[in-house]
């Protein structure tokens, strides 16, 4: 089973308003990922980090979108300004050495209002 | 770029019946494969990989698929489901060259009528 941390489980937040979120991988796991998954089940790779530094990351988090995993700290997801459209689960999810393995956490699912 | 295709939206099975939920992909390279489960409200649980050698994978709860490299498939099966097994199934897709992201499939819907 997953030790990958999620919080909060839910956000709320109007259009226009940050949305922050957190994540603790599993202990050992250099390698963090985001991803968004929608109503309609699809997933879209975010960002992600091997230890601190960001590995890729797709145009959409440039601009409103900044996450950061700073060493001895969960790392985080950042909406700077929300809109309907980010409404979704967001996952995170941890890999260790094994390349095809990812685990997951439970979700941060966002609503914007 | 990568495609995973799940043709089956929503299959839907009785308790102990063999199930097979399938998944295609187009890529030309050398790829890991993943099935994940999704129960409602909760985020995705790993049931087996494919790389290489035996192109039959046995997971978790009885969960086994089978890589198909003529038919760029990996269809996952399972002989005997129970209700508990009625969740969201995802088919995934990752290059095999460092710490790649996943592409998914849009997920099969699987209930189990006790």
């Known amino acids: 089973n997953s030790k990958v941390i999620q919080t909060p489980r839910y956000l709320v937040k109007g259009q226009g308003q940050k949305a922050k979120m957190r994540c603790i991988p599993e202990k050992g796991h250099p390698v963090v990922f985001w991803y968004q998954q929608n109503k309609n089940n699809e997933f879209k790779f975010l960002i992600n980090?091997?230890?601190?530094?960001?590995?890729?990351q797709i145009d959409m988090t440039e601009k409103r979108f900044s996450a950061e995993c700073p060493s001895n700290s969960p790392c985080s997801l950042e909406i700077q300004s929300s809109e309907a459209g980010d409404s979704a689960l967001y996952l995170c999810?941890?890999?260790?050495?094994?390349?095809?393995?990812?685990?997951f956490g439970p979700g941060t699912r966002l609503t914007v209002l | 770029t990568q495609t995973v295709s799940q043709s089956d939206a929503h299959v839907t099975v009785f308790e102990g019946d063999s199930v097979e939920l399938r998944c295609n992909y187009s890529y030309g390279g050398s790829i890991y494969l993943s099935w994940y489960i999704q129960h409602h409200g909760h985020g995705l649980q790993f049931l087996l990989k494919?790389?290489?050698?035996?192109?039959v994978v046995q997971g978790v709860n009885g969960f086994e698929a089978e890589f198909s490299k003529s038919d760029s498939s990996f269809h996952l099966r399972k002989a005997s489901v129970h209700w508990s097994d009625s969740a969201v199934y995802f088919c995934?897709?990752?290059?095999?060259?460092?710490?790649?992201?996943?592409?998914f499939g849009k997920g099969t819907s699987l209930t189990v009528i006790p």
């Open positions: 995934a897709v990752s290059m095999n060259t460092g710490y790649q992201n996943f592409y």
């Open positions: 980090f091997q230890n601190q530094e960001v590995l890729q």
């Open positions: 999810a941890s890999s260790g050495t094994s390349l095809a393995e990812q685990f």
């Open positions: 494919y790389y290489s050698g035996n192109p």
